[in-house]
């Protein structure tokens, strides 16, 4: 079993920047590919991001490319999602999670979820 706890979530105007964190705790956070997902309202949970293991690649969604970095620091456990030049349309409730294969876009590979945290972005 993995723990997964987001944090960092906020409100922040266009353009602004924010970074999401993600706690990991339970069985060996190294052996799990991380993904950050996100879900607005009424829409479907949508990928956003994933990183291997060891945090040597990294792949986007082509809506976040060039405006979100995903890294990791496994001494800590934790994933982060780095978020700049942020847009109303990045509004939604940000989920990480974990997987055993990277990189996978589909939420349905991913074994554990965190709660998720609310992030608004104000026009």
């Known amino acids: 079993q993995v723990q997964l706890v987001e944090s960092g979530g906020g409100v922040v105007q266009a353009g602004g920047s924010l970074r999401l964190s993600c706690a990991a705790s339970?069985?060996?956070?190294?052996?799990?590919?991380m993904g950050w997902f996100r879900q607005a309202p009424g829409k479907e949970r949508e990928f956003v991001a994933t990183?291997?293991?060891?945090?040597?690649?990294?792949y986007y969604a082509d809506s976040v490319k060039g405006r979100f970095t995903i890294s990791r620091d496994n001494t800590k456990s934790t994933v982060y999602l780095q978020m700049n030049s942020l847009k109303p349309e990045d509004t939604a409730v940000y989920y990480c999670?974990?997987?055993?294969?990277?990189?996978?876009?589909?939420?349905?590979?991913?074994?554990?979820w965190g709660q998720g945290t609310q992030v608004t972005v104000s026009s």
């Open positions: 999670a974990a997987d055993t294969v990277f990189p996978h876009t589909a939420r349905s590979f991913y074994d554990y």
């Open positions: 339970g069985r060996t956070f190294s052996s799990y590919a």
């Open positions: 990183i291997n293991r060891s945090g040597s690649s990294t």
